[in-house]
């Protein structure tokens, strides 16, 4: 975890936990890394990583965010 995250009015998302990480499709996870937070009516505190990721880049974290939670859409 960051410096910051003890300031943080929203807190990051538990990608470990199953239930709720389940509630997302892979698309909606796509979306809040490559536009941010917003983007998806969540927190602004989670930036936009567009610039700074290729679309490549951010499938593949797509599954390793499935990868941690074990889970994928509607299984939880
Ligand atoms: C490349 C690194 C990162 C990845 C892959 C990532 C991924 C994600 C994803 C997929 C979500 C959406 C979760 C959901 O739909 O429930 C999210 C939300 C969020 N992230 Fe990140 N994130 C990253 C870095 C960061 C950083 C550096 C911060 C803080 C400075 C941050 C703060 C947040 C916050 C506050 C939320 C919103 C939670 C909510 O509104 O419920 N993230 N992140």
Known sequence: MGVNVRDMSVQPRDHTDGKEMAGRTDEELFRAIKE?????????????????LSDEEIESIVSY??????CKYGSG
């Open 36 to 52: 941010g937070g917003q983007a998806v009516s969540k927190s602004v505190l989670m930036p936009p990583w567009g610039g700074n």
């Open 65 to 70: 965010l499935r990868e941690l939670c074990k």
